[in-house]
């Protein structure tokens, strides 16, 4: 039997689809009856009602099928910060993202919402309330915010209304949530190796995390309201928690609630800084004979150290954004959901 196409409007595509944050779009998507293309280079699980389509975003003959009788596109796909690995950060976010958009407007794609990232701006200095008009890094700390910086820049000057072709940028913060790849797990391996022991700086600087479903809440809201007489479009928006919480009791109630010791010691954070700064340098120069990764990098000691808080007053204001589970539930939520990363397991 044929199956019923749905309206236009909720076909969509999710670039990405197999990762932390798209995963979980995938399945808030199904919940609002949306019809599920997902375009990754892996297929990490299967769900009934999605058509998974395995290719690499850098090979547009890969990608079209994907796009076919789609209406929207969200963009979520990133080799991984951690990867630090400038050349594939270059192919995937900038070279990769020209080709998205070249797909979308081949295959008739009217909307693209792209997951960029609020660290476009961060320099490593302090960022309090930051709102979406600060410039962008001049000096990005690590090759993964460089590419971001111009992923962001290619997608929103792609916007054209009279071509019907309408993008808008999400800028999450401290993406964390069950299923997360990079925060809690890198987090507890640190506290299993001993290495979360010390406090860097005076920890009493503010950051935002955001509760993965505040993140997917945000990215759907933007879709269902990019339409041509609509303010977003071409534009960036911040979508956190709207709760800056001190760095480093985030990290405490995480690791406490996963049976670990909170951090205790402090240590001077431009001493840190310092040597971590070194330690890339040593590891660049040592790359063609070893390769080795510090876990503390400039960019990790600097998200450690500093204030870097957004303001969400535009989500709120043009999109009617405000999250819809709180810091402390989703800290719960997220420490419930990995008890295989308790201490002892
Ligand atoms: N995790 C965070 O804290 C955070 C914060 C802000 C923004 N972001 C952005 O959110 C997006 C999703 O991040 P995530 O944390 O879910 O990461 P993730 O690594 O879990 O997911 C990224 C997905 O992209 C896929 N991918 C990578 N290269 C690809 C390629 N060449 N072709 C096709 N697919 C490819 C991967 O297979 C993976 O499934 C990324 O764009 C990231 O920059 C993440
Ligand atoms: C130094 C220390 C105590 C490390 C343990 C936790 C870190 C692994 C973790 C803390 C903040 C996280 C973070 C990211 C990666 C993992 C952390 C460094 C991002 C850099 C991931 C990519 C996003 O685009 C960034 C963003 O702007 O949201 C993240 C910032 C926070």
Not at 116 to 143: H, M, Q
């Amino acid at each position: 039997m044929a199956t019923r196409l749905r309206p236009s409007n909720k076909r969509c595509a999710v670039i990405g689809g197999s990762g932390f944050l798209g995963r979980h779009l995938v399945e808030k998507l199904l919940d609002r009856s949306y019809s599920v293309s997902v375009f990754d280079i892996r297929q990490s699980y299967e769900l009934p009602g999605v058509t998974f389509h395995q290719g690499d975003l850098c090979d547009k003959q890969a990608l079209l099928p994907a796009l076919k009788d789609v209406s929207l596109v969200f963009h979520c796909a990133s080799p991984a910060p951690a990867s630090d690995d400038r050349g594939l950060f270059h192919k995937v976010n900038i070279q990769g993202t020209r080709t998205v958009i070249q797909a979308c407007m081949e295959a008739g794609v009217q909307k693209l919402v792209l997951t960029s990232s609020a660290s476009v701006v961060f320099e490593g200095t302090d960022i309090k309330n930051g709102r979406e008009d600060l410039p962008y890094a001049k000096k990005p700390i690590d090759y993964y915010t460089e590419t971001k910086i111009e992923q962001e820049k290619l997608v929103l000057e792609a916007c054209d209304k009279e071509k019907g072709f309408l993008t808008v940028a999400i800028r999450p913060h401290g993406i964390f949530g069950p299923r997360d790849p990079q925060l809690v797990p890198i987090l507890v391996d640190m506290a299993r190796r001993g290495k979360m022991k010390f406090i860097i700086g005076d920890g009493t600087n503010l950051v935002d995390f955001t509760f993965v479903e505040n993140v997917v809440h945000g990215h759907i809201l933007a879709a269902e309201r990019l339409r041509s007489d609509s303010p977003i479009c071409g534009k960036p928006y911040h979508i956190t928690n709207d709760e800056p919480i001190r760095f480093w009791d985030f990290m405490s109630e995480v690791l406490v609630g996963l049976g670990y010791a909170a951090p205790r010691y402090h240590l001077p954070y431009a001493l840190v800084y310092g040597l971590a700064m070194l330690l890339w340098l040593l590891a660049l120069i040592l790359r063609p004979l070893v390769a080795f990764k510090p876990t503390f990098t400039p960019m990790r000691v600097a998200l450690a150290g500093t204030h870097h808080y957004y303001s969400c007053e535009r989500a709120k204001q043009d999109m009617g954004y405000k999250p819809v589970v709180s810091l402390k539930e989703g800290i719960t939520r997220t420490v419930e959901s990995y008890p295989h990363l308790r201490q002892g397991a």
